[in-house]
């Protein structure tokens, strides 16, 4: 009996063991693909670290007011000839803001060859007596005194704070709630009434979230609460007449009270 051997017949390909092979397909293309990649990335940074094409030559700086573009290089670290992509641009921009007259600092490359750094300055809003006279920022950051964006006679003084002097240093935030109440209210009255705000030479806090403002000229003495400043400058502007019509020379006004505007006399001089 003879027997005949055949060949065995290979099954076919199921669908399941056909989409695992392209998977495996797929897997293997990506890895080779990501290692071109890595490798590419790498020659690229090593072409980018070394190539002297890239040495810096321009610092372009702008925003500007207070400080020149000499400041801003030297406390930058930022050398000429340095490979732009070599270096740390958050580590400059925090060099940068490390100066009290800069809030903000962003730094970015400008290939071939120049990094630009743009600057927001810090804006003095008024002057702080704490001992020692400081600007201060909307947001209570102490400036050095000495500069300032407008003229100082434009600028009201902030007095009668508690604070401790000791722990004060420009560029740092003072952490008083009745500063902070002060300067949000002093914002939104030279939005709402910038010429009125001009005549206003001090500021000081009074008890019951109330402030005492010291106008230029006559010294004439407001009192009103610190809120709804838009509010409270329109009732002055519409009481202002009718108080110096009744009262030629008061000491005060003061609206801190409900419907009411209660209007202080100069003592008079003795002897």
């Known amino acids: 009996m003879n027997r005949q051997k055949t060949k065995a017949r ?3 390909p199921t669908m399941g063991e056909r989409g695992q092979s392209k998977v495996r397909g797929l897997w293997i293309a990506l890895l080779i693909l990501a290692t071109g990649s890595t490798l590419a990335a790498y020659q ?5 670290g070394q190539a002297s094409y890239f040495g810096l030559k321009v ?3 702008d925003g500007l007011r207070r400080l ?4 801003i290089r030297v406390a930058s670290g930022l050398v000429a000839g340095s490979n732009i992509f070599a270096i740390d641009l958050d580590e400059v921009a925090e060099r940068l803001e490390a100066m009290y007259w800069i809030k903000q600092a962003l730094v970015v490359r400008k290939p071939p060859n120049r990094i630009a750094v743009d600057i927001v300055e810090h804006r003095q809003v008024a002057w702080i007596d704490l001992g020692q006279t400081y600007g201060i920022t909307p947001d209570g950051v102490l400036l050095p005194a000495g500069s300032t964006d407008v003229p100082s006679r434009n600028l009201p003084v902030i007095s009668g704070l508690s604070v401790r002097s000791d722990s004060l240093q420009p ?5 008083d709630s009745a500063l902070l109440a002060i300067l949000r209210w002093w914002e939104e009255a030279t939005v709402a009434d910038a010429e009125f705000c001009l005549n206003v030479a001090g500021i000081q806090p009074m008890s019951g979230a109330s402030i ?3 106008m230029a000229g006559d010294g004439l003495e407001v009192r009103l609460p610190a809120n709804e400043a838009a509010h409270r400058l329109r009732t002055i502007r519409d009481l202002m007449p009718r108080v110096h019509q009744s009262h ?3 000491a005060y006004i003061d609206l801190r009270y409900a419907g009411q505007m209660v209007v202080g006399k100069k003592k008079a001089k003795s002897g």
């Open 59 to 61: 610092i372009e700086v």
């Open 248 to 250: 030629p020379d008061p």
């Open 212 to 214: 005492r403002l010291q």
């Open 44 to 48: 690229a940074a090593t072409y980018f």
């Open 68 to 71: 020149s573009g000499e400041d």
């Open 171 to 175: 560029g740092m935030a003072v952490s």
């Open 10 to 12: 290979k099954k076919p």
